[in-house]
T-cell receptor, first 113, second 116 residues
């Protein structure tokens, strides 16, 4: 089906800790998995994305891990900072050229000093 | 280079009124997508438009909702006879030719509609 399940709904992490957000999907046609970061009152902004031909992608403190057989992917934020406090959405689409993003429900991350 | 511009940022309408939401895509972008975000929910696709064409409106409610992207001017999402359940944040995204919703698509800041 089209659903993308995201957990946890909210997350509190100490400054310097690791934030981990998980997503699972069922539609095997999904072929492109972006993560979006949204600050209050702002639109979602693309953070990092992965295709299923790789198991991991890292950009700075942000890493996506992808498990194709389990149909799961996760976002890891290393050395979490208060400025990372935002809502994070995973999404999926059948290919980077597809226009219909299917979003998870979001994870509200709070990084406390 | 200005980003995707949406206005108004906040809109309050009484039940039964019409709501008009505008979206000006980024310069050079000719594809526009509208998404709706209900409280505590992820964004849900509504409609995909190119200049003067509706490409896919499969996510639009069948009644009261319409969208257009004229040759000149912004894309408009119109909601007629609004009801409380229409209260949500409406986001527009744009992309250049034929690249869909991948890295080249950018979201605006949204219009938060409140129906009272």
């Amino acid at each position: 089906q089209q659903q993308v399940k995201q957990s946890p709904q909210s997350l509190i992490v100490q400054k310097g800790g690791i934030s981990i957000i998980n997503c699972a999907y069922e539609n095997t046609a999904f072929d492109y998995f972006p993560w979006y970061q949204q600050f209050p009152g702002k639109g979602p902004a693309l953070l990092i994305a992965i295709r299923p031909d790789v198991s991991e992608k890292k950009e700075g403190r942000f890493t996506i891990s992808f498990n194709k057989s389990a149909k799961q992917f996760s976002l890891h934020i290393m050395d979490s900072q208060p400025g990372d406090s935002a809502t994070y959405f995973c999404a999926a689409t059948p290919g980077a050229g597809s226009y219909q993003l299917t979003f998870g429900k979001g994870t509200k991350l709070s990084v406390i000093p | 280079n200005a980003g995707v511009m949406q206005n108004p940022r906040h809109l309050v309408r009484r039940r039964g009124q019409e709501a008009r939401l505008r979206c000006s895509p980024m310069k050079g972008h000719s594809h526009v997508y509208w998404y709706r975000q209900l409280p505590e929910e992820g964004l849900k696709f509504m409609v995909y438009l190119q200049k003067e064409n509706i490409i896919d409106e499969s996510g639009m409610p069948k009644e009261r909702f319409s969208a257009e992207f004229p040759k000149e001017g912004p894309s408009i999402l119109r909601i007629q006879q609004v009801v409380r359940g229409d209260s949500a944040a409406y986001f527009c995204a744009s992309s250049p030719l034929s690249v869909g919703a991948g890295p080249e698509a950018f979201f605006g800041q949204g219009t938060r509609l409140t129906v009272v």
